[in-house]
């Protein structure tokens, strides 16, 4: 199947990467990033998970509609009907940043669609938008959005400065890189507008609501938490496990920041095949040899 496909759902038209074989895992990206944050990880699981990695709404190559519902608790909405659209009945669900907050929302609203859950570093209940984030929040809200995004859309320094704070290892980041971040959230006066009410739409209200819900949530749960973020401390993945009853194991990455998934694919992709492979029935392992085999 072709790495890039639109899916059209009421919100717009939604950027899917569609790549691998098996059972569908859905990966869900965080604020300034897109689904190329999961490329590395992809790369090491496409052979045994079709995995769909979409741009979320106001993100990378998706084309949102001036009035769609841009909120946590809307981008999980749209997620599920990108999942109807590709005729995917169950996921095996991985959230990073505010991606994990999307990806909770979507489980605990929808659990019959979650085989397994991998939630990394993420907001989560009352504890968002953290601390650390909050300059940046009322910089967007204070309109000055466009003037951040062009500054690190024409110097990879500035890009490379403005995303240190999750990176462990931001020199690393290359100039083509860069691009494919930032450029896509500055393409249009539309998409900057469409930001501003992202950040706009921010409530940790819409994670607090689920809490019963989590609490109710018996898919087999990995936590995976790099200790070196300055955004979510590692007391927000004890509360995780804490909360979500089929939560099995918590993971600590030291020294790893917010988007190590882009920085630590290997290791992350090991996690996800040893979480996959114990919470699947016999069945679902036999797939997964048969896949495996070929």
């Known amino acids: 199947m072709s790495d890039r496909r639109y899916v059209a759902t009421s919100s717009g038209d939604v950027a899917v990467l569609d790549r691998g074989e098996g059972p569908p895992a859905l990966f869900v990206h965080g604020v300034f ?3 190329h944050l999961w490329d590395g990880v992809i790369d090491g699981v496409s052979d045994v998970r079709r ?3 979409p741009d979320r709404l106001c993100h990378g190559q998706s084309r949102e509609r001036a009035d769609a519902d841009v909120s946590f608790a809307g981008q999980a909405g749209t997620l599920v009907e990108v999942l109807d659209a590709l005729e995917v009945d169950r996921v095996d669900l991985v959230g990073n940043d505010s991606g994990g907050a999307i990806a909770q929302i979507l489980a605990a609203r929808h659990p019959e669609r979650i085989r397994t859950l991998t939630l990394t570093n993420c907001d989560v209940h009352d504890g968002w938008p953290p601390p650390a984030f909050m300059p940046t929040v009322q910089l967007v809200l204070g309109g000055g959005l466009r003037a951040l995004l062009e500054s690190m859309r024409t110097d ?3 890009a490379r400065a403005a995303l240190a704070v999750g990176f462990e290892h931001p020199e690393r980041l290359s100039d083509d890189t860069l ?3 930032v450029e896509p959230l500055v393409a249009s006066d539309d998409r900057v507008r ?3 009410r992202f950040f706009r739409a921010m409530d940790c209200g819409q994670t607090v609501e689920i809490e019963p819900l989590l609490r109710r949530l018996d898919a087999p749960t990995l936590v995976v938490w790099g200790t070196a973020d300055v955004f ?3 007391a927000w993945a004890r509360w995780l496990c804490d909360a979500i009853p089929g939560a099995r194991d918590l993971v600590e990455l030291p020294d790893a920041k917010l988007f190590f998934p ?3 694919p290997a290791r992350l992709a090991a996690l996800l095949r040893r979480h996959w492979e114990e919470t699947a029935g016999p069945g679902a392992r036999a797939a997964t040899t048969a896949t495996r085999s070929r």
């Open 179 to 181: 691009r494919a971040l």
């Open 194 to 196: 469409n930001l501003e």
């Open 33 to 35: 990033m897109n689904g």
């Open 262 to 264: 882009y920085e630590r």
């Open 51 to 53: 995995c769909i990695a």
């Open 156 to 158: 990879a320094g500035v």
């Open 232 to 234: 979510f401390d590692l």
